[in-house]
């Protein structure tokens, strides 16, 4: 018989404590790797979303906020700023591009953003049906806002004050046409109603001089939207506030200058949102090094449980292992004999481990796609092979003491009952 052949014997001898050894290490296995799935999968989604940004500008407040509520739409925004701000961020030499955003309403859940179509070439959206916003009151439906309202091209609808989702104040006056759907990014674009900054104007009557009742009753009566002559006066229009602006831009030197010379000379704050993301897993870190460090734990709880039941086997096993050094065996032989079964249970602890971890984060991801329509793709994440090697190594490592001693036996002694 082998070592591997013996070493599974001796295992199925005492089941139960085998049994106990192997749970332990696959729950400890199966939380790490779960963490660094959902860690993994949770930096690459926000760094793809601040990494199309350079920086962003708005009112005084939380850099982190003003991120959050402009870059993710996760969070209310910060306050609004003069849209002639605007100016002194495009006629700057460090500046590229400046995309302005106005934000406040949502269509249940899903936040309306008020903004001009260069903000789609950030992230490479493309129009799967009909076509790009142009006039007031006309919206484009990213694909996951579009997938969990069910709204399509024609449809009609009305906005929500906030992003509370059903149920808060409407702006039933001033209807929206849905115009476009967009194809799947992978972005933050899949969560947004898109329309035009002069939409927002509108619906919330930024404008004072402007008679928006009498314009919005020409745009209802128009069904078929062929003419928008009346209207054309609302394209124009440039709201005395909007929420921020995105900035692009021309020169690395500009990630430096910049946010300081528009905190200290404006009214206005800047933030990098690759910074406040950094700051931002730095702090959603310390919950998951807790969930890790329990893990981690158990692991070690299991390692010695491991180590105390090759230990205890080892004491029952004394005269077989005797009786095997009597019939030829050499002491390497009975070394290997213990840490082969150390690396039995281990290995079968480690893949159970692995494929409940793998199996959770398949289920997860069916069901945000059920449920949100976000896709999630739980891979092997780049730490798994070291967790691998890492929990092999202390099965190696808590055989050891009972290996040497198997390989040290006194066989007269033992032999004799000693």
Known sequence: MNIWSLAWAWIRFRPL???????????????????????????????ADADAVDMVVGAKGSPMQLVLSTVFHVDAPVGNVPAKEARFLEEHAMIEEVIPMALGDGFRGYRIVGTDTSYLDLYGAEVAEGRLWDEPLEAVFGAVAAAQTGLGLGDRFVGEHGLGGAGGPTHDEFPYDVVGLLAPTGSVVDRLVFTSVATVQIVHEMDPDHDHDEDHADHADDEDHADHADDEDHADLRPPEVTAFLVDFSTPMAAVALPREINQSTVMQAARPAYEIRRLFRLVGYGADIVRAFAVILVIGAVLGLFTALFQALEERRADLAVMRVLGATQLRLFWQIVAESLILTVAGTVL?????????????????????????????????????????????????????AARIDIPRVLSGG
Do not use: K
């Open 353 to 405: 481990g692995l494929v409940l971890a793998h199996g959770v984060a398949w289920g997860a991801s069916l069901w945000l796609w059920e449920h949100n329509q976000i896709l999630v793709s739980f891979a092997w994440a780049d730490g798994e092979v070291v967790l691998v090697l890492a929990v092999l190594g202390l099965g190696i490592l808590a055989a050891l003491p009972s290996a040497v001693r």
């Open 17 to 47: 404590g085998a049994s106990l050894n192997v749970a332990l290490l696959a729950l400890g296995t199966a939380t790490i790797a779960l963490l660094m799935m959902a860690s993994q999968q949770f930096e690459q989604r926000l760094s």
